[in-house]
């Protein structure tokens, strides 16, 4: 079972008790819940193969109306999203630097239903301000993340902000140095890392990347990020259009175009 699925049912066992008030807002729960996981994924820093530090330190802003909803139950509901993201690093395999915390704040320049995600890197005994990740308001599928620079924890030694050029992991001393190929793809303006072999995209809450569109099925389908990338329809309603031709696999490269319901996604690949 996804980390976002244990999530929604664990509030779900709450419905009838302290969070009965939550669900009636128009900005649910689980959808910051994935904002949060995509905001770890985009901020992630190597340090090095064996550790991928990201942010540990949330603030999610909300319309006052929103605000107004779900502020009585901050306490809690941060304590909830805490647990997911801690949930979700420990199945990526990532590191904090620091104790995770989600906070809820007003932006009274947002309007109903809309919500933004700042974060940071931080470790215990530090005081840094947060950095604004976004300047533009998210809706279901979450937000672009910044990347703040990862702070050292106390008694640390120093460490690199990321591999050197031309690292690959696992190679000899005295080999060539490879490049490593990072791949992402992009929502309306939204940047999601393909940090896994596959990569599943859909209207479900366990999907990999959430798209909140009604032409899309829960599971809609899978990127895959072999040499060269492939997206595999999963079985969906409506089918996959990739660079203008319908099909149920395809071959991607440095720009095609996915369009899934009414949803174009963007696949990007970038060496180094």
């Given amino acids: 079972m996804g980390v976002l699925k244990r999530f929604e049912q664990r509030l779900e066992g709450l419905v009838n008790g302290t969070f009965a008030k939550v669900f009636k807002s128009e900005v649910q729960p689980v959808e910051i819940a994935g904002a949060l996981q995509r905001e770890c994924d985009n901020n992630a820093t190597i340090w090095n193969r064996d550790r991928t530090v990201v942010p540990n330190d949330f603030i999610v802003e909300l319309s006052a109306p929103d605000y107004e909803r779900l502020s009585p139950y ?13 949930d979700y690093a420990k199945q990526q395999r990532y590191t904090f630097m620091g104790s995770v915390k989600v906070h809820l704040e007003k932006a009274d320049e947002l309007d109903t239903g809309l919500y933004r995600v700042r974060s940071r890197t931080l470790a ?8 604004r990740t976004s300047g533009a308001p998210n809706n279901a599928y979450g937000g672009q ?3 703040p620079p990862a702070a050292a ?11 050197p050029p031309g690292y690959a992991p696992g190679g000899g001393g005295g080999s060539m140095p490879r490049a490593e190929t990072r791949r992402w793809i992009e929502i309306n303006g939204n940047r999601h890392q393909i940090s896994r072999p596959t990569l599943v995209l ?10 909140d569109d009604p032409g899309v099925s829960r599971r809609h389908c899978e990127i895959r990020a072999g040499d060269p990338a492939s997206v595999q329809d999963l079985g969906s309603t409506n089918g996959i259009v990739v660079d203008g031709q319908h099909t149920t ?6 720009g095609s175009r996915i369009v899934v319901g009414s949803t174009t996604i963007i696949y990007r690949q970038a060496e180094g």
Wanted: glycine fraction near 18%; charge should be neutral.
């Fill in 124 to 131: 215990s005994s530090a005081s840094q301000q947060p950095q």
């Fill in 74 to 86: 901050s306490g809690q509901l941060g304590d909830e999203l805490g647990g997911m993201v801690r």
């Fill in 249 to 254: 696999r395809a071959t991607l490269r440095d």
């Fill in 153 to 163: 924890p106390a008694g640390a030694p120093p460490m690199p902000a990321g591999p």
């Fill in 202 to 211: 859909g209207r479900s809450t366990e999907a990999d990347v959430r798209i």
């Fill in 145 to 147: 993340g910044g990347y």
